[in-house]
């Protein structure tokens, strides 16, 4: 039995439960690109427990990319029930969807986006500031920025960092205010494989001694294998 | 942390930003040379005419205070009535030709000017000996590059340099009166006479009773016409004062607009960071109206240094034709001016930032 199916079974057991960090119920979501309704989302049932790192897997296409901008407030649901940590993302307002981006959902992006003004320590400070707290890095951070490798690094721009050091950067702005999950969408897709390995180890490591939730869509086989539960999308539909 | 992004965006693109200050720069230069220039032009205007020595002035009939003059409607017997006034010590007309705006020739009564004023002060040469000399000031005489013995046409006239005296009385260009009356055609007429009294503080008082027997000519006393000196008074000057701030809130407006606006397309997926990141619609404008409130605070900043340039060189290549003051309250007008031209000018491109979907600027290249 695939890890998707058993996740799909196990909805009923853990969707109540206080360990369930994402639940997802019959989540459609329908775009219109002119007078054409393209379903890209078609009834999406997923549970992520708390402390869990799944992988999304699925093709160019499948939806997977549109459920993560869904999970991370992005963009609105057409229909169908998404909480995250308690939060039911149904019938948010935009302001509402910026409030949960701010204090309960991070982003790792496959282009790093890092503003490219700012030092690598901006990035992660305009972070802080946005949601609130404190510029100053914990000694708690401090060690995260260890693990992640990039203390060294923080005062460059992101212009002379290295493709696997801006991901880095942008995984150390992604967890900054301790979000409740951390989506990261093909967070390999830029880099070498040497790099790949380095970036997913990190982030399997982060999880493994953070318990960080972290919800990583991907179309690659291997990325997915650093994951504790894989789930395989496919056009629109967990299967 | 947000000054640090702002000032980090503004540096980013050093071109556009010191572009679009140095536009603001200018459209605040324009509004303050040209404020300048009126209060400088009047002051000056008001500083020879008091240096004159005369407590009261008689202007031609139908003549507003402001009125350029240019024409010797009254006769030089009016001269009589006034000195059969009480409390009437002296009296002096002169007339005034007007030439390319705005360089005016006096004739003037050089012995009667002497006992009203004690004369010019001479650097060089001195009082007009025969009809064809000039007394010309020391801006006039340097900008014009004129000595003693220099010949210069004016009118219809060929006139030699007699005298350059030091300036800040009566006019820039005189000559003797009788000389003027003939080449404008005006022998025994007068443009303005001014009247020294035995006590000034009867000005007011002698200028009403002087009314009566000059046919209610216009009849000042030289504090009332001081008063009446500003630019309020001008109807033309203060219309164009606003037209030129009108246009350079507009380019303000349009280059603000356009820096703004490139801004922002340039930085969409940026601002889908700030989204995504948590940023709200009003954290992105904030951003960008900070940055266009600095941009217009530099730009008032280098406006301000840039008319001590202009007022500098108008000092050095035309300081006889344009004087320019500086006038400090103008410097928050001309301020908050550009600040406000400059933050309509961000409205419609931080209305864009706002509206981005987060998504759409992610996948922006």
Request: proline share 3%; charged share 20%.
């Amino acid at each position: 039995m695939s890890d998707a199916v058993m996740g799909a079974e196990h909805i009923s057991a853990v969707s109540t439960g206080a360990s369930t960090m994402i639940r997802v119920r019959g989540l459609t979501k329908v775009y219109h690109v002119g007078d054409v309704e393209v379903n890209a989302l078609r009834g999406v049932d997923l549970n992520v427990a708390r402390g869990e790192f799944v992988a999304i897997v699925g093709a160019s296409g499948s939806g997977k990319s549109t459920l993560f901008h869904i999970l991370g407030g992005l963009t609105p649901p057409t229909a169908g029930t998404v909480v995250i940590d308690g939060k039911d993302l149904g019938g948010m307002t935009n302001q509402q969807r910026t409030e949960l981006r701010k204090s309960t959902v991070g982003f790792v992006f496959q282009k790093y986006n890092l503003l490219p003004t700012l030092s690598a320590e901006d990035n992660i400070k305009i972070v802080e500031y946005i949601g609130g707290r404190s510029t100053d890095f914990t000694p708690e951070f401090q060690d995260v920025l260890k693990l992640l490798g990039i203390t060294d690094r923080m005062k460059h721009k992101p212009r002379a960092l290295s493709g696997g050091q801006q991901q880095r950067v942008a995984i150390a702005r992604g967890i900054v205010n301790k979000p409740a999950i951390l989506l990261a969408d093909e967070p390999t897709g830029n880099l070498d494989s040497q790099n790949s390995a380095a970036v997913l180890g990190v982030i399997k490591n982060l999880n493994e001694r953070t318990g960080q939730t972290i919800l990583m869509i991907t179309h690659d086989p291997e990325a997915a294998s650093y994951a504790s539960r894989t789930v395989h999308i496919r056009d629109g539909q967990i299967v | 942390m947000l000054n640090k992004l702002i000032l980090a965006n503004l540096t980013h693109r050093p071109v556009r930003t010191l572009l679009s200050v140095l536009a603001i720069a200018v459209e605040v230069t324009m509004i303050l040379t040209l404020v300048g220039v009126s209060h400088g032009t009047l002051d000056s205007t008001k500083d020879r005419a008091k240096a004159v020595g005369a407590d009261i002035m008689v202007r031609p009939p139908g003549s507003s205070v402001m009125s350029s003059l240019s024409s010797a409607p009254m006769s030089d017997k009016y001269l009589g009535l006034v000195m059969a006034q009480p409390h009437v010590v002296a009296a002096t007309g002169t007339v005034v030709q007007s030439l390319t705006f705005p360089d005016s020739i006096t004739g003037l009564d050089f012995d009667a000017f002497k006992k009203m004023s004690g004369g010019f002060r001479y650097m060089d040469g001195g009082d007009p000996v025969n009809d064809e000399d000039m007394v010309v000031d020391e801006d006039y005489a340097r900008q014009h590059h004129l000595h003693i013995g220099s010949k210069i046409k004016l009118i219809t006239n060929q006139w030699n340099i007699s005298g350059i005296a030091e300036g800040g009385k009566l006019a820039r260009i005189c000559v003797k009166l009788s000389a003027l009356q003939n080449v404008v055609g005006t022998p025994g007429h007068l443009t303005l006479i001014y009247v020294k009294l035995d006590d000034p503080t009867l000005a007011e008082q002698v200028a009403n009773e002087l009314k009566a027997p000059l046919n209610d000519d216009q009849v000042y006393s030289i504090n009332a016409l001081m008063d009446a000196y500003s630019i309020s008074n001008v109807g033309m000057l203060k219309d164009f004062i606003w037209v030129v701030i009108a246009v350079a809130t507009i380019v303000g407006f349009i280059v603000v607009f356009m820096a703004m606006y490139t801004a922002v397309l340039e930085r969409t997926r940026e601002i889908g960071i700030i989204k995504a990141v948590g940023g709200s619609s009003g954290l992105v404008l904030s951003i960008l109206l900070r940055e266009t409130l600095l941009l217009a605070i530099l730009g008032t900043l280098v406006g301000i240094v840039l008319t001590y340039g202009t007022q500098w060189l108008m000092k050095h290549s035309v300081p006889a034709s344009l004087v320019q003051e500086t006038v400090y309250e103008w410097w928050i007008y001309a301020g908050a001016i550009a600040i406000v031209g400059a933050m309509l000018g961000a409205i419609v491109p931080g209305m864009k930032a706002v509206q981005q979907d987060v998504t759409e600027a992610l996948s922006y290249e």
